[in-house]
């Protein structure tokens, strides 16, 4: 569902401030997590405030890129690269696809919040991420079916509709999420996650310099916020994790040191009964 009203949302947006709009994931899925009591939110100290004041920017900054857009930052170039039909969004069409996004982001904040528990009970994670793609695969092909009946909308030539499924099928989907796994695995998942607002530098670039979008300065200044935001997040979650393991380590500590202690105790009393 997550995908599907993405990609539907693409429609009445421009491909940068989807990329945009998707640094507002980390946000949503803190205050779903706090919701569902699975994060902790500590206010009084350094990282809680952290968290929550990044949750705060990031949203502000994604209302910022839906309501108001501004002026253009340049004045509007008239070659591009690849010969595509120039789209203009209208305000309507904007505020649609605005809360399209905004469904698409929480559904797949949600599947993020599912994971916890399923993992849990089914630790095999190649085979459960398989099982879910080919699940999401039958839900769109049936959805697909009953939308899209003409057979030449199902077609696909040497063109880039098929430059696009394959980039999505083989890079994004394959290579991709291997690589992000690995990256994970190496380096942990808040140096991966670091990188993430990266994606929406190089679609503005590429999208400003391929396809003639213009750049506004309230959708830059909604992007920078969302950005500093998800800094903050990440920021706040790293510090935490930080202060866990130092506690866990103290009360290591002191077990160990109470375990010492009670050997001493009992010669100290079997001597005593002794004398």
Same mark, same amino acid.
């Given at each position: 569902? =997550? #995908? /599907?009203?993405?990609?539907?949302? @693409?429609?009445?947006?421009?491909?940068?401030?989807?990329?945009? +709009?998707t640094?507002? &994931?980390?946000?949503?899925?803190?205050?779903?997590?706090?919701?569902?009591?699975?994060? *902790? @939110?500590?206010?009084?100290?350094?990282?809680?405030?952290?968290?929550?004041?990044?949750?705060?920017?990031?949203?502000?900054?994604?209302?910022?890129? *839906?309501?108001?857009?501004?002026?253009?930052?340049?004045?509007?170039?008239?070659?591009?690269?690849?010969?595509?039909?120039?789209?203009?969004?209208?305000?309507? /069409?904007?505020?649609?696809? =605005?809360?399209?996004?905004?469904?698409?982001?929480?559904? !797949?904040?949600?599947?993020? &919040?599912?994971?916890?528990?399923?993992?849990?009970?089914?630790?095999?994670?190649?085979?459960?991420?398989?099982?879910?793609?080919f699940?999401?695969?039958?839900? =769109?092909?049936?959805?697909?079916?009953?939308?899209?009946?003409?057979? $030449?909308? !199902?077609?696909?030539?040497?063109n880039?509709?098929?430059?696009?499924?394959?980039?999505?099928?083989?890079?994004?989907?394959?290579?991709?999420?291997? @690589?992000?796994? !690995?990256?994970?695995?190496?380096?942990?998942?808040v140096?991966?996650?670091? +990188? *993430?607002p #990266?994606?929406?530098?190089?679609?503005? &670039?590429?999208?400003? &310099?391929?396809?003639?979008?213009?750049l506004?300065?309230?959708?830059v200044?909604?992007?920078?916020?969302?950005?500093?935001?998800?800094?903050?997040?990440?920021?706040?979650?790293?510090?935490?994790?930080?202060?866990?393991? *130092?506690?866990?380590?103290? %009360?290591?500590?002191?077990?160990?040191?109470?375990?010492? $202690?009670?050997?001493?105790?009992? $010669? %100290?009393?079997?001597?005593?009964?002794?004398?």
């Amino acid at each position: 569902m =997550s #995908l /599907d009203l993405y990609y539907f949302g @693409l429609s009445y947006v421009s491909a940068t401030f989807a990329t945009a +709009f998707t640094n507002t &994931i980390p946000a949503i899925t803190f205050i779903l997590a706090v919701c569902f009591r699975m994060e *902790s @939110l500590s206010i009084k100290q350094r990282h809680g405030m952290a968290k929550v004041l990044g949750s705060a920017i990031g949203l502000s900054g994604a209302l910022l890129c *839906s309501f108001v857009r501004g002026p253009p930052m340049y004045a509007e170039n008239k070659t591009k690269i690849l010969n595509l039909s120039e789209k203009h969004y209208s305000k309507a /069409d904007w505020l649609k696809g =605005s809360l399209v996004m905004l469904a698409a982001n929480i559904t !797949w904040s949600l599947w993020l &919040i599912m994971q916890g528990p399923l993992i849990k009970q089914y630790p095999a994670k190649l085979r459960l991420t398989a099982l879910q793609c080919f699940c999401s695969c039958a839900s =769109s092909a049936i959805w697909a079916v009953v939308k899209e009946r003409s057979p $030449e909308s !199902w077609k696909l030539g040497w063109n880039v509709n098929l430059l696009s499924v394959l980039y999505c099928g083989v890079i994004v989907t394959g290579f991709t999420y291997w @690589l992000q796994v !690995w990256v994970v695995e190496k380096k942990g998942p808040v140096f991966t996650a670091v +990188f *993430s607002p #990266l994606a929406l530098i190089l679609t503005a &670039i590429l999208s400003a &310099i391929l396809f003639k979008e213009t750049l506004h300065w309230g959708s830059v200044c909604g992007a920078i916020m969302l950005v500093i935001g998800l800094y903050a997040i990440l920021w706040g979650k790293n510090n935490e994790r930080k202060a866990e393991t *130092s506690e866990n380590k103290v %009360e290591n500590e002191e077990k160990i040191e109470r375990s010492e $202690e009670k050997p001493e105790n009992n $010669e %100290e009393r079997t001597l005593e009964g002794i004398m």
